[in-house]
C-alpha cells in the first residue's frame, strides 16, 4: 500500500466510524451522477460505489490509479480521471444531471478549490467535503463572529452552507496536524442577493475583509466614499466582519451606479 506523500498533501482516511457518518450525511442513490475528488486508497470510493454502482474520481497521484482501478470491479463502474482538480473544469464531463461532489480535500488547496468549483456552480447539485476545521468555521461563520470573512461572505453568496462532523486527527494515515470537518455546500438555484456585476461584488469584498481591523469607511476607500457607504443605509464606522451579505450586495450595486 502507497505511503502518503507530502507533496499531494495526502492524508488517507482509515476510520470505519467515520467513513460510515459522511455515508449517510451523502446518502449516494443508484443513478447519483458522483464525482469524487482525490479519492486516494479507496477509503470512500468503494463504499460510494457500492451504493450508486457508478462513479467519476479525478486523482493527481498517477501511482494510486492502478490499485484503485484493480479492486474497483467488484463493487461498480470506476472511472479515473488523472488530472490537477484545481485546472479541470467540470464542463469537460458533459451535460446531464447535475454532478454530487464528494472529497477529502488537501489542506493546502481546499480554499482556492472551492472558488474554482463555484465558476461551475450550475453543473453541482451538492457537495461533500472534508477541510481543515478552521476552513469549515470560516465558511459556515455569521457576520459578527470572530471566523467571519471573504471565505464566509462568498460562499454564502453563491450556496447554503452545512457543518455536518468534526473528524479526530487519528481518523488519518498520516494523523495530520490539525483536526478536520465535513461540511456540505449546495449551490443555490439563484442567489438570495442581486450584487450587479460580479467582478465587482468580488473585489468589494476582498478589498473590505484586507484591513480587517479598519472601519469600513477606511478599508473601502480606494473603491467608494463614506457619503456612498451611508446613502446605502450602513455605518461607515462598522468594520467589515459586521456587515451582512445583504449589505454586501447593496455596496456593490451602488458602486456600480
Known amino acids: 500500500m502507497q505511503r502518503a506523500r507530502k507533496r499531494f498533501g495526502q492524508h488517507f482516511l482509515h476510520d470505519q466510524r467515520v467513513i460510515e457518518s459522511i455515508l449517510r450525511a451523502v446518502d449516494p442513490q443508484p443513478g447519483d451522477r458522483l464525482l469524487e475528488i482525490g479519492p486516494g486508497q479507496g477509503a470512500l470510493t468503494y463504499p460510494l460505489l457500492q451504493r450508486c454502482r457508478e462513479l467519476v474520481a479525478i486523482e493527481l497521484d498517477r501511482d494510486l490509479i492502478p490499485g484503485l482501478k484493480s479492486k474497483a470491479g467488484r463493487y461498480g463502474k470506476l472511472e479515473i480521471i488523472n488530472a490537477d482538480i484545481l485546472e479541470y473544469r467540470l464542463p469537460e464531463l458533459g451535460t446531464g444531471e447535475a454532478w454530487r461532489l464528494v ?48 471565505l464566509s461572505v462568498m460562499l454564502q453568496y453563491h450556496c447554503e452552507c452545512q ?31 442581486d450584487v450587479g456585476n460580479y467582478e465587482v461584488f468580488s473585489t468589494l469584498v476582498q478589498t473590505a475583509f484586507g484591513q480587517r481591523r479598519k472601519t469600513i469607511a ?23 466582519q459586521n456587515l451582512r451579505l445583504a449589505d454586501f450586495a447593496r455596496l456593490s450595486k451602488a458602486l456600480q451606479q
Open 163 to 193: 457543518y455536518l462532523l468534526d473528524v479526530a486527527p487519528d481518523s488519518f494515515k498520516p494523523p495530520p496536524r490539525v483536526e478536520s470537518t465535513v461540511i456540505r455546500l449546495r449551490p443555490l438555484p439563484e442567489p438570495e442577493y
Open 103 to 150: 472529497g477529502n480535500l488537501p489542506y493546502n488547496i481546499s480554499t482556492p478549490l472551492m472558488f474554482h468549483l463555484l465558476e461551475s456552480a450550475r453543473l453541482i447539485k451538492d457537495m461533500h467535503f472534508m477541510v481543515q476545521k478552521e476552513v469549515a468555521l470560516r465558511i459556515v461563520a455569521r457576520p459578527g463572529e470572530t471566523d467571519y470573512g471573504r
Open 218 to 240: 477606511n478599508s473601502l476607500k480606494p473603491l467608494m466614499d463614506r457619503a456612498l457607504i451611508i446613502a446605502c443605509g450602513i455605518d461607515p464606522g462598522l468594520r467589515a
